[in-house]
């Protein structure tokens, strides 16, 4: 069973920034492509970046620009660095396979906001 805890969540003010970390189950990382995903309050949950077993990253077009998606697989990490946040990015962010998906981790809670 491949585990997810993600960390790093919190408030920010509009403009600022954060840096979302993603412990995975060991041997992860060089078998899968990963990604972090969102879901606001009554939305569906959706893909906001990933990154490819060989490091090729693609983002979701609301964030592009203002998003980095980066592993470590020698920490079995995945991050998502963000900046410039808006209020719309206000989220529980969750990371998991970008294709394999396996049971959610509780998520860390991106509340932008003044």
């Known amino acids: 069973q491949v585990q997810l805890v993600e960390s790093g969540g919190g408030l920010v003010q509009p403009g600022g920034s954060l840096s979302l970390s993603c412990a995975t189950s060991?041997?992860?990382?060089?078998?899968?492509?990963m990604g972090w995903y969102r879901q606001a309050p009554g939305e569906q949950r959706e893909l906001v970046a990933s990154?490819?077993?060989?490091?090729?990253?693609k983002y979701l077009e609301s964030v592009k620009g203002r998003a980095t998606i980066s592993r470590d697989v020698a920490k079995d990490t995945v991050y998502l660095q963000m900046h410039s946040l808006r209020p719309e990015d206000t989220a529980v962010y969750f990371c998991?396979?970008?294709?394999?998906?396996?049971?959610w981790g509780q998520g860390t809670q991106v509340t932008v906001s003044s």
């Open positions: 060991q041997g992860v990382l060089p078998l899968y492509d």
């Open positions: 998991n396979g970008a294709q394999t998906i396996w049971p």
């Open positions: 990154i490819t077993k060989r490091g090729i990253r």
